[in-house]
């Protein structure tokens, strides 16, 4: 499931990557392959922010702001039945903006 494009903020780097392939076995969304021994973003846009990848990586290769933006508020509307809010654009607490 995607939830919006370009609000992730997954980031990865490649050269501290060690081939571990981590990432790709407690990432529910398989955001993660590996290829040439080194792990690989399939899609960006798949990021729930839940931060597994980011928690197992001993080498410091990713980092995301596990439980923001807005792909967490929009899990959170999907569980309370609420809208989306996340603050991030128009006035905090309302609809508006990137949400």
Not at 8 to 32: M, N, Q
Not at 55 to 73: H, K, P, Q, R, Y
Not at 78 to 92: H, I, K, R, S, V
Request: overall charge negative; hydrophobic content about 30%.
């Amino acid at each position: 499931m995607k939830y919006l494009k370009n609000v992730a903020t997954l980031a990865y780097d490649p050269g501290r990557c060690t081939g571990c392939g981590r990432c790709t076995e407690v990432c529910p969304h398989a955001v993660f392959e590996m290829q040439y021994g080194k792990a690989h973003i399939t899609d960006k846009d798949l990021c729930m922010e839940c931060g597994a990848c980011a928690l197992n990586c001993e080498f410091g290769a990713i980092t995301v702001g596990s439980g923001v933006g807005c792909a967490s508020a929009i899990i959170r509307s999907m569980l309370t039945g609420g809208e989306p809010t996340c603050g991030c654009g128009g006035n905090a607490g309302t609809s508006t903006g990137c949400c």
